[in-house]
């Protein structure tokens, strides 16, 4: 089984690779965080300046320029495609529904001022009822849903700001 990596640059280009790819690169490594790459014939001095290891971001500065890098693993991968996130510090201003499921209630309403942890809506799914609530502070900015209605998976239930 191929290992993948999905490497995204700058938060604008996306590229994916796999573990055969990178091994396939002709690097040497200079000093700790300096190194010398080949690629299709041409050479390329590569430094990196910040490893965020943890995070899987990293700045690498490759022939003078700098670019910021995040690093997504087949583990990631898997967790993006299923709809989770390992991060908290995201900011999240969109409440969207986890599961296909049923409103039972709605908690908020438009303009109402929350705060981490409020009960905002239950959503009945598989004979369990399920309180979403406020990811962070905010002020509600919509709600798309009402109490009776279905909806599906990951379809928009309420805004924040």
Known sequence: MKKKYKIKVNNIYEYQFTNREIAALDQQELSGSKFHVLKEHQSFKAEILNSGFNQKKYTVKINSNIYEVDIANELDLLIEEIGLSLGSAQ????????????????????????????????????????????????IIKSVHVEKGQTVDKNQLLIELE
Do not use: R, S
């Open 91 to 138: 900011a999240v201003n969109d409440i969207k529904a986890p599961m296909p499921g049923l409103i039972l209630e709605v908690m908020a309403k438009e303009g109402d001022e929350v705060k981490e942890g409020d009960y905002l809506l239950v959503l009945e799914a598989m004979k369990m009822e399920n309180t979403l609530t406020a990811p962070g502070d905010g």
